[in-house]
């Protein structure tokens, strides 16, 4: 099979072989991202002629990238031939980073799972034995699902933090100067490594997948231990001048409050975070709150996880509820600022606390109504993320596509 992903070629092609060659290319990212399709619309996606884009086509099936689908639908006249890439012809594998857990998929080139979703609970630590054990289970899942390595496309990888993904690097963990962690990766597993920040990748699936599909503005926070926001501005990704939009979570928000992890204190992290959701568990314990978060949560570990919490909060525990509802409201008037200035149509609400829209969304609703221009919240609608742990996953592999694909336009 002729590899469509090798830049190298791309470089060497000239004149109407490598326009060919990058026709394609593009051919190829619109059946991965909108899914088996006909000769015509493949033709008014990518704003060619239908008989060019027949023989590319037609030359792809050969190359056993592509595969006719056979007839589909017709509103009248001849029922259109239905194309769609063939479902081993490549493979990426997505990593997504958290704080406790780091979960792995494999994606194959009709973006279906070809391995499961597999995580591995395990806090987060800033040193490369933490990195060596990510490998590992890459490798692992890798043997297990048995796809020819070679088909192995690209890696995307997310996880928190302040991610330069044109660069590769995150100045916030795993930072070495001498090699940044695409190369470590890609030096490791022979393909390509896309790096692109947690929030970020919601935003993308939600955008392409999810709720804010259709969209020209959107906000998408990743509500969970911080509090990433990916923005959709103009139907792409803002990333601002130097790559780093959306440190929502670090913006001071508490005169003289908690110190963050950060160094600053007061940040909107310590008041609406699951940290913070965590924090006020503990503290209403200490100070004597009744509440069956004693007998369910371990109290020894330095965070309480979020699940326990909501779990009480379903079963009528009126502190549970309480804390909920004041990390709702905090979080709230942080998204207030975020919409006076961006004027979003939608919010989508995105990790752990997800699971609590019963208990925040109101707060955050209440919070919306009282600090915002009602002009600009009339039409705003709050949802929760479609995609659940699909997310990451999804989102990561268009990141893989697009970068391997960038020159292709």
Known sequence: MLNYFDTGRSDLLKGVEKKKFHVKQRIIRHLFL???????????????SNPSIQTSLNEMIKDGVI???????????????????LGSS?????????????????????????????????????????LDRIIEYAENLITSSKIVRDKLIGIGLDMPGAIDAKKGINYSYLYAPDETLVEILGNRFGCPVFLENDANVLAIAE???????????????LHSWGIGLGLIIKGKIYRGSSGFAGEFSHIPFVPNGKLCWCNK?????????????????????NNGSASSIIRT???????????????????????????????????????????????????????????????TIAPIQYALNSFCNPLLINNLEIKTAKLGQEASVLGSAIVVMEGLLSKCD
């Not at 595969?67 to 890439?85: F, H, V, W």
């Not at 780091?102 to 933490?130: C, N, P, W």
């Open 207 to 221: 955008y392409w997948y999810g709720h804010a599909r259709g969209t020209k503005h959107a906000i998408v926070l």
């Open 90 to 130: 490549f493979f990426i594998l997505c990593i997504d980073v958290g704080r406790f857990h780091v979960r792995l998929a494999i994606l194959d080139s009709q973006m279906k799972i070809a391995s499961g979703i597999v995580t591995h609970e395990i806090m987060f630590q800033d040193d490369f034995a933490y």
């Open 265 to 285: 204190q007061g940040c909107l992290e310590t008041v609406a975070s699951a940290t913070a959701l965590s924090d006020l568990a503990k503290e209403g314990i």
């Open 67 to 85: 595969e006719d689908k056979g007839q589909g639908n017709s509103t009248g006249g001849r029922r259109p031939n239905i194309y769609g890439l």
């Open 34 to 48: 909108h899914g088996e399709s006909t000769c015509n619309d493949i033709a008014q996606h990518i704003r060619l």
């Open 297 to 359: 949560a371990d109290l020894s570990k330095k965070f309480i996880d979020p699940a326990v919490i909501i779990s009480a909060a379903n079963q009528g525990d009126q502190f549970a509820i309480k804390i909920l509802y004041e990390v709702g409201f905090e979080l709230g008037k942080g998204i207030s600022a975020l919409v006076q200035i961006l004027n979003p149509e939608i919010i989508v609400l995105g990790g752990r606390l997800a699971n609590a829209k019963q208990y």
